[in-house]
């Protein structure tokens, strides 16, 4: 499955935490959307993290995608704050973060 990386995760970072050593990050651009630094975060001393919003006109977010193994996303999630068995693509409580 396809990853893309705008914010903090960086191909080491990932390989760490998805216990791949081997995984390579290729350059990416996703049209139509923003990288924006929205919510409070105490992992960051209380700044926003990285988030995407859509938006119109000639916006782009540079990243990098990375194509990780459904076990691989799921380490991902677990290190993003999805508690084991709750839906990553929901946004409800206690998600942090909802994968799209």
């Not at 390579?24 to 209380?46: C, D, M, N, Y």
């Not at 977010?61 to 929901?90: M, N």
Request: aromatic share 8%; glycine share 8%.
């Amino acid at each position: 499955m396809p990853c893309l990386c705008y914010g903090s995760n960086s191909v080491a970072q990932l390989r760490e935490r998805c216990q791949n050593d081997t995984l390579v990050a290729e350059a990416a651009t996703l049209p139509g959307f923003r990288r924006i630094f929205a919510g409070s975060s105490q992992k960051w001393f209380g700044v926003g993290v990285a988030s995407l919003a859509a938006a119109k006109g000639v916006a782009a977010c540079i990243g990098s995608i990375v194509r990780l193994s459904v076990a691989e996303l799921d380490l991902l999630d677990r290190h993003e704050g999805i508690p084991t068995g709750s839906d990553p693509f929901s946004s409800a409580p206690p998600n942090r973060y909802r994968r799209q």
